[in-house]
C-alpha cells in the first residue's frame, strides 16, 4: 500500500506558510452565517448576487416547508449553496453529510462533492503527479479517463479486469515511477461486471501501488452495510480511496470521497473540480442525508433488488461470471446489431417498457444491447411482464 506520508509533509508546509485550508461547516440564516463557535457574520462571501437563494430559503420556512430533520433542526433546502465548499458553501448539512458517508464506509473522513463525475475526475488528477504511473481498466468511466487525461502522470490502459497483465507490467516497471495508481470502477455500468478488487488489492499491495476504486454502481447495493464492492468482496478496510455518487442508489444528486483524512485534506486543498465549482446544492445534500440513513436501516431494499437480478438473470439465461455478478441489477441482453437493438427497444415502448439500447462508442463494436436497470421498486408482476416482452422480442 502507498503511505501518504508525502502529503502530510506537503500539509505541514502549506500550515507553516499559512496556506493550508479546510472546510468550515457553517449554517446559513438569511443573508447571514452562522460560524462553528456561534458568531453570527454578515455574508460577503456568496456569489448569490440578486438574492434569489435568500429569497427562496426564505419562502421554503414561511411556508413551514422545509423538512424537520429530527432533531428540531429546520432543514433549509430550497435555493442554491451560493458558493464553493471552500467559501461559504459548506455547511453544517454538508458536514453532516460527509459523516455519515465516511460512517457507511468505515473511513476516517470523507468529503462531498457537486457530481460523482466532479468527485472522480477530481480525485485522480489531484492524486496522480508526473512521474507517477497510472493503471487504468479499459472499460473505465468517461469521468476516470477524463481524470487520467488531466493528470500529468503515465497511463497505461490494461485490458478489463485483467490484474494478471497489472501484475506483470507492475513487475517490469515499477522502478521506473514514483508512486503507482491502480484506477478502476468497482461495477462496469454498461455490463454489470465487477472488478476483481481483492486481486487488484493484492497486487497494489505487493508493488506498493494505490487503489482507487469508483464504486458508483456500488454503492447501497452491494455487500452486508451497503459500501459497495470492496465490501462484498472483503477488502474494504484496504481499499482506502473509495469515490462514490450520490446520484444512483443513494437517490439524490452529488458525488463524495471517502479516504483517510490526509488525502482529503489533500483534496480540499488541491482539487480543482472541488475547490472551483459551487458545492453541492442544499436539496441534494438533504435528500443524500436521507438516503444514506435509509441505506443503512432498510437493507431489505437492497436484498429485493439483487434477489430480483437474480431471477432476471437466469430467467433470460443471461451468465453471470461470479456470484456477486449474479446480484448486480444491472443487466445487459447484447443483442449484437445497432439496428436490432434500437428496434427491440422501440418494440418494448411500445408495450411499455422504457429499456434502452446502448451502441458504439459507449460499449464494442458488434455489441449493441438492452441495458436493464432493475430497482427494489419494480413488483414481481412488473418483472414479469418485462421478461415476457423480452423473450418475445429478442
Ligand atoms: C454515474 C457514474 C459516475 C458519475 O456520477 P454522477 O453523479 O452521475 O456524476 C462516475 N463513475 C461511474 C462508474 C458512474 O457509473
Redesign the pocket.
Known amino acids: 500500500m502507498t503511505d501518504f506520508d508525502y502529503l502530510a509533509t506537503r500539509q505541514q508546509h502549506l500550515r507553516e506558510s499559512q496556506r493550508f485550508r479546510n472546510l468550515v461547516p457553517r449554517a446559513a440564516d438569511g443573508v447571514y452565517l452562522i460560524e462553528p463557535d456561534h458568531r453570527r457574520l454578515l455574508n460577503f462571501g456568496a456569489n448569490d448576487y440578486l438574492g434569489l437563494a435568500v429569497q427562496m430559503r426564505d419562502d421554503i420556512e414561511n411556508s413551514n416547508a422545509g423538512t424537520d430533520s429530527g432533531d428540531g433542526e429546520c432543514w433549509q433546502v430550497a435555493g442554491g449553496s451560493g458558493a464553493s465548499a471552500l467559501l461559504s458553501g459548506w455547511t453544517v448539512q454538508h458536514q453532516r453529510l460527509s459523516e455519515q458517508i465516511a460512517e457507511l464506509e468505515a473511513t476516517e473522513s470523507a468529503v462531498v462533492f457537486p457530481?460523482?463525475?466532479?468527485?472522480?475526475s477530481g480525485t485522480v488528477s489531484a492524486l496522480a503527479e508526473a512521474g507517477d504511473l497510472i493503471l487504468s481498466d479499459q472499460l473505465n468511466?468517461a469521468?476516470?479517463i477524463d481524470g487520467c487525461r488531466m493528470s500529468r502522470a503515465k497511463r497505461i490502459v490494461y485490458p478489463h479486469a485483467d490484474w494478471q497483465t497489472v501484475d506483470s507490467i507492475l513487475r517490469q516497471r515499477r522502478h521506473e515511477f514514483e508512486r503507482v495508481w491502480i484506477v478502476t470502477?468497482t461495477?462496469f455500468?454498461m455490463d454489470g461486471y465487477v472488478a476483481p478488487m481483492d486481486r487488484l488489492n493484492e497486487i497494489a499491495r505487493d508493488h506498493t501501488a494505490c487503489l482507487i476504486a469508483?464504486e458508483?454502481?456500488g454503492t447501497g447495493v452491494l455487500g452486508e452495510d451497503g459500501s459497495g464492492v470492496c465490501e462484498a468482496l472483503g477488502v474494504k478496510d484496504q481499499v482506502v480511496i473509495r469515490?462514490g455518487?450520490?446520484?444512483?442508489a443513494v437517490g439524490s444528486?452529488?458525488?463524495f470521497v471517502a479516504a483517510p483524512r490526509v488525502v482529503i485534506d489533500h483534496l480540499v486543498n488541491h482539487c480543482r473540480s472541488l475547490i472551483y465549482s459551487t458545492s453541492l446544492t442544499p436539496a441534494a445534500v438533504a435528500a443524500a442525508s436521507a438516503g444514506i440513513d435509509h441505506i443503512r436501516t432498510q437493507p431489505e431494499r437492497r436484498q429485493r433488488v439483487k434477489m430480483l437480478a437474480r431471477r432476471v438473470r437466469s430467467e433470460l439465461s443471461i451468465e453471470p461470471r461470479n456470484d456477486l455478478e449474479a446480484s448486480v441489477p444491472i443487466i445487459p441482453v447484447v443483442v449484437g446489431d445497432d439496428s436490432q437493438a434500437v428496434r427491440v427497444s422501440r418494440q418494448l415502448a411500445e408495450l411499455g417498457f422504457y429499456v434502452p439500447a446502448i451502441r458504439p462508442p459507449t460499449v464494442a463494436e458488434g455489441t449493441a444491447r438492452l441495458r436493464i436497470s432493475l430497482s427494489a421498486a419494480h413488483q414481481d408482476e412488473m418483472i414479469e411482464q418485462l421478461l415476457n416482452a423480452i423473450r418475445r422480442l429478442v
Open positions: 457530481t460523482g463525475f466532479a468527485a472522480c468511466h469521468s476516470l470502477n461495477v455500468g469508483d458508483a454502481h469515490i455518487t450520490l446520484s444512483k444528486q452529488g458525488g
